[in-house]
């Protein structure tokens, strides 16, 4: 009998992190080998098993999912990453391709997708939605792409992170510390927010955040 793959999960919600772990662990040909909250103990993990694949949500504690797939791709660069998220595939696809990931999966098709999306990620295939495969293959063979309507497209990686932190209520200073860089960094970062944003003043930028973030369900 073939060996069964290796799944660790980087979920910090436990109840739906249990919840995928039963759904993966009644499969045959795939089991759990480990299962984090936040980037510090996938590192620990990752120290003493060497998973087959990882599922990773980009909302954790501490650092994002955003940069673990980054960390875990330049030191592990062949260990599939499957996203596993609420936020919207559309603003988030091509920011985890870039990372490193091979597919993205939404929490709201999980039931019914993501064994598959682990399988097709598992035999070193991709896995995205339709409309993102035909977005990419638009960028790959030079076909231009209607303008994105969403200006939080505008924002890297980096900056969309201060932005999803500012709308959870966090402050400069907690920012700061959370991000690891100074409270002028992040002053950096709000002001180039605001200028991609259009937004003229704090109080507009720290409402247009939480507006931002109770859209994507957090």
């Known amino acids: 009998m073939s060996r069964k793959a ?17 759904l993966i662990n ?5 089991e759990i080998c480990g299962e984090a909250e936040d980037v510090i103990e996938a590192g620990k993990i990752l120290k003493k098993i060497r998973p087959d694949m990882m599922i990773v949500d980009l909302t954790l504690k501490g650092a994002s999912g955003l940069e673990l797939i980054k960390s875990v791709h330049e030191q592990i660069p062949d260990l599939p990453v499957l996203v596993l998220s609420m936020h919207d595939e559309s603003i988030y696809a091509e920011r985890v391709l870039r990372a490193g990931a091979k597919g993205y999966i939404m929490k709201q098709e999980m039931t019914g997708k993501v064994i598959d999306a682990i399988r097709h990620v598992l035999a070193g295939k991709k896995f995205f939605s339709e409309s993102v495969v035909e977005s990419f293959l638009g960028m ?3 076909k231009p792409s209607a303008p994105s309507q969403n200006p939080i497209d505008t924002l890297s990686d980096r900056e969309l992170e201060v932005f999803t932190l500012i709308g959870r209520g966090m402050g400069r200073q907690e ?21 991609k944003l259009g937004i003229k003043s704090s109080p507009d930028l720290v409402r247009r955040a939480v507006q931002w973030v109770q859209s994507q369900g957090e």
Do not use: N, S
Request: glycine letters at 10%; hydrophobic letters at 35%.
């Open 6 to 22: 290796k799944v660790m999960i980087v979920e910090d919600h436990p109840i739906f992190r249990k919840g995928l772990a039963h």
């Open 26 to 30: 009644e499969e045959k040909d795939m």
């Open 140 to 142: 790959m063979t030079g």
């Open 175 to 195: 920012i700061g510390d959370r991000l690891h860089v100074g409270i002028k960094t992040v002053g950096t970062y709000r002001e180039k927010i605001k200028l």
